[in-house]
C-alpha cells in the first residue's frame, strides 16, 4: 500500500524559513514522479514543485522560483521542500503527491505533467501559515 506523510509544516513569520518533508512508503524512488502541491482556502490548487526520478526533470510554479527548492533522498524515500523568504501569500495547506512508472505520451518533462495534475497518490497534507 502506498503512503505519503507530510511533515514540517507550522506558523512562520514573513521572510522566514520552514522545510517540509514527505515520507513515502510502500514504492522505491527509482521510476516515480512527487510533487507539492497546495491549496488556500477559496483558491485553486497549485502544482508548486515537482521532482522525476524518472526522467530527472524538475518543475517550479513562477511565484516560488528562487525562494524554495524540492530534493528528495532516495535512501530514505523521502523528499523536501525547501521554502526560504516565505511570504504571506505561500499560506496554505500543502500536500505530497506521487505517480509510480510515470510517462508522457507527448514527451513533456514528466516533474511537469506531474505538477500540472498527472499522479496517483496523495497525503493529507500539512498546514503553512505565514504571518505578515
Known amino acids: 500500500e502506498v503512503q505519503l506523510v507530510e511533515s514540517g509544516g507550522g506558523l512562520v513569520q514573513a521572510g522566514g524559513s520552514l522545510r517540509l518533508s514527505c515520507t513515502a512508503s510502500?514504492?522505491?524512488?527509482?521510476?516515480?514522479?512527487l510533487g507539492w502541491f497546495r491549496q488556500a482556502p477559496g483558491k485553486e490548487r497549485e502544482g508548486v514543485s515537482c521532482?522525476?526520478?524518472?526522467?530527472?526533470?524538475?518543475y517550479y510554479i513562477d511565484s516560488v522560483k528562487g525562494r524554495f527548492t524540492i530534493s528528495s533522498d532516495n535512501s530514505k524515500t523521502t523528499a523536501y521542500l525547501q521554502m526560504n523568504s516565505l511570504k504571506p501569500e505561500d499560506t496554505a495547506l500543502y500536500y505530497c503527491?506521487?505517480?509510480?512508472?510515470?510517462?508522457?505520451?507527448?514527451?513533456?518533462?514528466?516533474?511537469?505533467?506531474?505538477?500540472?495534475?498527472?499522479?496517483?497518490?496523495r497525503g493529507q497534507g500539512t498546514q503553512v501559515t505565514v504571518s505578515s
Open positions: 510502500g514504492f522505491t524512488f527509482d521510476d516515480y514522479a
Open positions: 503527491a506521487a505517480v509510480i512508472a510515470p510517462w508522457t505520451p507527448d514527451n513533456r518533462p514528466i516533474a511537469t505533467a506531474v505538477c500540472s495534475g498527472m499522479y496517483t497518490y
Open positions: 521532482i522525476s526520478g524518472t526522467d530527472g526533470s524538475l
